[in-house]
C-alpha cells in the first residue's frame, strides 16, 4: 500500500555538471576467468572468437551495446608483479609465471606491449621497444590515453606495497618521465577510499603532475538488503571529502588546473560469497541490481568531480551464465550456442549507460519524517554514525535515492529522472515538482527493474529481473513500488 513519501524536486535551470560519459566504464583484470574464457578464447569450439584476434566476438557485441568508453586494463591487483614483456611475441615462446594477485598462473597468452603505447615511440621510430613493436605487427603506437601510476599500494595484499610518502616520492618521478615520453596522456594517482590519510599526502604531492585521484570501494552486504543498497553512501561521502583534499592541494601547491577523481573501481562484491582466489563468481539478485543503480545514481549527482568510474570487473559482475561446462560465461553476453541468461546487475548498468547522458540536475528529496531514513547498521560503519548526526533532510541513506538529467534529443529536450526505491516493504506515492517556468507533457515512459521478490536472480528456467518499458501519464506524482528502480523519461513543454 502506497503511502504519503517523499518529493522529489527537480529544477532544470540548476545543472551540475555534464555527465562524462567515461563514468560507464569498465574494469578487467587476470582474475577467474574474466579474460581466459571471457575476452580472450582463441580455442573456441563454437565459432563464437574472432579467428584473426582471439577475441569473442559476442563479448565484442555486448560491450558496444553497453556503450562502454573506457576499459581499465589489466589491473587490479594483477598488475603488482606483472611483467608486459612476458606477454609479447610469439605465443608458444611466452613463459608461464606463478601469479601472486589470485595465486593461480599466468600462461601470458594474452598480453600487451605496454612499452609500445606512447608518442615518444611514434616520433622516434628506430629505437628497441619501436622496432620489437613492428617486428610484432603493429607499425603505428597504440597511442593509450590514460595511465594509472600503481594500484592500491596502500594494501598489504599488494606485492609492491608502500608507505603513503614512499608511493607519492616514487610516482612523481615517474609521472615527470611519462610526461617526457608523451605529454598528451592523462595521469591517475593511486588513492584509497578519498576517506583516507592516504588520500590526503598522495594529493598534496602529486596533485601537480597527475590530472585524476582513483577511489576504490565496494558494496559489502554482509547478506542484508539495506546494507547492500546504502553502501555507496560511503562513496557519496568519500567523493564530498575528496574535493576538500584536492582543493586543498591545489591551494598549497598555487594549482590552476582541473584535477577530478577516476572511480577506478567499484561494484557489489561480497568476498565471503565469491573469493577473489576463486574469481570472485558472483551470481546476483534484485537487491544486487538495486544497490548497482543507487551506485550509478551517485556518479550522475556528482558528475561535476567524477569524470571516470569502472565497473569492476565488466566481465566478471555484470555477467550471462552458460551452462557450458556448468559454469559462469564472463560478461553480459548472450552465447547463442548455449542457453544463457543476463545477471540482474546488467539491466541497471545497461539502462544509465543509454539513458543518464546529458546535463547532470540538482535534485532535492524532501524526507517528511525520520522513518523514511534509514538508520541501521552500514558498511562501513561510519556513514551509520552520519546517519546519527546529521538532520533527515540531509542523511545520504534515504530510502528515495535519486538522480536526474537533461538531455538533447533530435525530438527536443528530455528530463531523465533514475529513482530507486530502497526500502525492502514500503511503496511511495512521489510527488514530481520541477521548477519554475518548466512543464512537461503528460505522457512519459518508464524504464522498470523489479520484481516481488528482493531474492529474485535470473537463471537457464528464465529471467526474473530485466526491464519492462511502459508507458504511462503523469498526474503530478509516481507510485514507486517496493525495492525497485526505475528511469523516467519526461519530454519538455517549449
Excluded at 603488482?80 to 613463459?95: A, C, F, K, N
Excluded at 556513514?383 to 525530438?411: C, R
Aim: aromatic share 10%; charged share 25%.
Amino acid at each position: 500500500m502506497a503511502i504519503t513519501s517523499p518529493t522529489i524536486r527537480i529544477d532544470p535551470a540548476r545543472v551540475i555538471d555534464e555527465v562524462d560519459p567515461r563514468i560507464y566504464s569498465g574494469f578487467t583484470e587476470h582474475m577467474g576467468r574474466c579474460i581466459y574464457g571471457g575476452i580472450y578464447d582463441p580455442e573456441n569450439k563454437n565459432g563464437l572468437a574472432d579467428e584473426k584476434t582471439g577475441f569473442r566476438k559476442d563479448v565484442m557485441d555486448a560491450l558496444k551495446a553497453l556503450k562502454i568508453p573506457v576499459v581499465r586494463y589489466p589491473g587490479g591487483n594483477f598488475v603488482s608483479t606483472y611483467r608486459w614483456q612476458d606477454g609479447v611475441g610469439p605465443r608458444e615462446l611466452r613463459p608461464r609465471r606463478p601469479e601472486l594477485a589470485w595465486l593461480t598462473e599466468e600462461s601470458n597468452q594474452f598480453g600487451t606491449g605496454v612499452a609500445h603505447l606512447n608518442r615518444f615511440e611514434a616520433i622516434s621510430s628506430n629505437t628497441y621497444y619501436a622496432n620489437l613493436r613492428k617486428k610484432n605487427g603493429h607499425q603505428e603506437p597504440y597511442g593509450v590515453k590514460y595511465w594509472a601510476l600503481g594500484n592500491e599500494v596502500w594494501g598489504p595484499w599488494q606485492v609492491g606495497q608502500m608507505e603513503s610518502q614512499d608511493y607519492a616520492k616514487k610516482a612523481f618521478q615517474w609521472a615527470k618521465a611519462l610526461r617526457l615520453l608523451d605529454p598528451t596522456i592523462k595521469l591517475i594517482s593511486c588513492g584509497e577510499t578519498g576517506f583516507a590519510d592516504w588520500d590526503r599526502v598522495t594529493l598534496r604531492k602529486l596533485a601537480p603532475v597527475v590530472d585524476f585521484h582513483s577511489i576504490h570501494l565496494y558494496t559489502v552486504s554482509e547478506g542484508k538488503h539495506l546494507v547492500n543498497v546504502m553502501g555507496p553512501a560511503a562513496a557519496e561521502k568519500g567523493l564530498e571529502i575528496t574535493r576538500s583534499l584536492i582543493d586543498l592541494a591545489k591551494i598549497e601547491g598555487g594549482l590552476r588546473k582541473d584535477l577530478t577523481v577516476c572511480f577506478d573501481e567499484w561494484n557489489v562484491w561480497d568476498p565471503v560469497r565469491a573469493p577473489g582466489e576463486k574469481g570472485a563468481e558472483e551470481h546476483y539478485d534484485l537487491s544486487d541490481a538495486l544497490a548497482v543503480a543507487s551506485w550509478l545514481n551517485v556518479f550522475v549527482r556528482k558528475a561535476d568531480i567524477v569524470k571516470i568510474a569502472c565497473i569492476a570487473q565488466l566481465l566478471r559482475l555484470p555477467v550471462v551464465f552458460s551452462n557450458r561446462r556448468a559454469s559462469l560465461c564472463i560478461l553480459v553476453i548472450v552465447v547463442l550456442i548455449f542457453p544463457s541468461f543476463s545477471q540482474t546487475t546488467y539491466y541497471p548498468l545497461q539502462l544509465f549507460s543509454n539513458l543518464m547522458r546529458g546535463s547532470s540536475l540538482s535534485v532535492h528529496v524532501d524526507n517528511p519524517a525520520s522513518t523514511l531514513t534509514y538508520a541501521g547498521p552500514t558498511v562501513p560503519k561510519f556513514v551509520q554514525d552520519l546517519n546519527i548526526s546529521t538532520p533527515d533532510s540531509a542523511k545520504l541513506t534515504k530510502f528515495v535515492d535519486v538522480s536526474a538529467v537533461l538531455a538533447i534529443t533530435g525530438q527536443g529536450k528530455e528530463i531523465r529522472i533514475a529513482i530507486v526505491n530502497r526500502s525492502d516493504d514500503t511503496d511511495f506515492k512521489v510527488p514530481i515538482l520541477f521548477g519554475p517556468q518548466v512543464s512537461v507533457k503528460e505522457d512519459f515512459v518508464v524504464h522498470e527493474v523489479w520484481h516481488e521478490d528482493l531474492k529474485a536472480s535470473n537463471g537457464f528456467d528464465g529471467e526474473k529481473v530485466n526491464t519492462v518499458i511502459k508507458n504511462e501519464r503523469f498526474k503530478g506524482n509516481y507510485e514507486l513500488k517496493k525495492h525497485s528502480f526505475q528511469i523516467l523519461v519526461f519530454q519538455v513543454v517549449e
